[in-house]
């Protein structure tokens, strides 16, 4: 079991960045795959991004270009990197973490990111 919490959130302008950032209670880089959801009201939570365990990385079409995905295995953190932030970006974020391909998956409390002038 993993426990993951997410930091970084807050309130950003359009256009502007911000690093979200998912702190794991163990060693997660050999999991099948660690990644971000986001979730506004009244709608399903949708994939992000996500970074594999030998490195790759996928996004969403929605983010290719404006967020990137990493991993520093020393401090089992996992960041998301978000630049040109628009308004349809706000949501809560959350971390996942899928230690095998067909496990249990694990869920961070989420943070809120909201994109406003």
């Known amino acids: 079991q993993v426990q993951l919490v997410e930091s970084g959130g807050g309130l950003v302008q359009p256009g502007g960045s911000l690093r979200l950032s998912c702190a794991a209670s163990?060693?997660?880089?050999?999991?099948?795959?660690v990644g971000w959801y986001r979730q506004t009201p009244g709608k399903q939570r949708e994939w992000v991004a996500a970074?594999?365990?030998?490195?790759?990385?996928n996004y969403a079409d929605f983010v290719k270009g404006r967020f990137t995905i990493s991993r520093d295995n020393a401090k089992n953190t996992v960041y998301l990197q978000m630049n040109s932030l628009e308004p349809e970006d706000t949501a809560v974020y959350y971390c996942?973490?899928?230690?095998?391909?067909?496990?249990?998956?694990?869920w961070g409390q989420g943070t809120q990111v909201t994109v406003s002038s």
């Open positions: 163990r060693s997660i880089d050999n999991y099948y795959a």
């Open positions: 996942n973490a899928q230690p095998s391909r067909f496990s249990q998956n694990y």
């Open positions: 970074i594999l365990s030998g490195g790759s990385t």
